[in-house]
């Protein structure tokens, strides 16, 4: 029964590319609701905006309260009846918080002097979130990142008085679209 | 160990646990997303987490997902110990360390 030390080289490689894909195929399946979530509100969000852009704050303070929320909850519903330490409990709520807050931090020192600039700097740091975490996560999100921030960039750039309309639709759809093609993974 | 721990030597139930290992702890992992990642048919897959689940290496959970059945695997810390004396099996025969 004893292998041979190529045998178990092949064994060894075979056992770490299992690991990989397993490992990969958790960081989508746990990234993939919040994903869904926050595009559903972003196109809530944007599209509000667009529609009373004067009440712009008010909606994406509500917007935002309502996401916090939410990410709390999935983060730990999905836990539930497992033996997880409390610490993974909050990894994904926590992420969402610290991000909230630098970006909420960042708006603060450089000023931004119109709605729009804030509209697009938000996905962009979200975007950047997500191709960082594909660094060691897997290319999905990488992807996911890319895609938010060429459509940010590209609305932010070209479409002058239709930003908020065309991240209501292509911001909010890329994201859901995404979560759903992390949770096919 | 000079012979290695037969329940997890055979090539499928190694890749189950390999899965399972990757899995933070007290995580789970979903039957059809585990078939996934092995490359196993349902019928296959199944029978090697019978033999899993006899030595005690995998706890297996069934419950509904709503109206559907699920079924979720994690390790115990008996296959972790397994897995990883296993791994350092595989280890030693390379460095030389168990003659053949």
């Known amino acids: ?64 309260a309502i996401g916090m929320a939410a990410s709390f909850a999935i983060g730990f519903r999905s836990h539930a009846g497992t033996n997880v330490p409390a610490r993974r409990r909050w990894m994904f709520p926590g992420i969402a918080l610290i991000t909230f807050v630098f970006i909420g931090a960042t708006l603060a020192v450089m000023a931004p002097v119109s709605p729009k600039q804030i509209g697009a700097f938000v996905p962009l740091v979200v975007a950047f979130g997500y191709a960082l975490r594909g660094i060691w996560g897997g290319l999905r999100f990488v992807v996911a990142g890319a895609v938010i921030a060429a459509a940010t960039l590209a609305g932010f750039l070209l479409l002058g008085a239709y930003f908020d309309l065309w991240m209501a639709a292509v911001g909010g759809g890329a994201l859901v679209l995404a979560g759903v093609w992390l949770l096919r993974a | 160990m000079e012979q290695p721990d037969a ?46 689940e006899n030595a005690a290496y995998i706890k297996v959970d069934k419950d509904f997902n709503g109206k559907k059945p699920r079924t979720r695997l994690s390790l115990t810390d008996a296959g972790t110990r397994a897995y990883t004396d296993y791994v350092a099996y595989l280890r030693a025969i390379i460095d030389g360390d168990i003659p053949r």
């Open chain 1, 1 to 64: 029964m004893t292998l041979s030390p190529h045998e178990a080289a092949d064994t060894l490689r075979d056992v770490a590319a299992v690991e990989d894909r397993s490992a990969r195929a958790y960081g989508y399946q746990r990234g993939s609701p919040y994903l869904i979530l926050w595009g559903i509100l972003w196109t809530v969000g944007y599209g509000l905006t667009a529609t009373w852009p004067q009440r712009g704050n008010a909606v994406w303070i509500a917007i935002d």
């Open chain 2, 7 to 52: 329940i997890i030597h055979q090539k499928l139930r190694l890749k189950i646990m390999a899965a399972l290992k990757a899995l933070p702890r007290g995580e789970r992992l979903e039957f059809v997303r585990l078939r996934a990642i092995v490359n196993a048919t349902e019928g296959n897959l199944g029978a090697h987490i019978g033999t899993l």
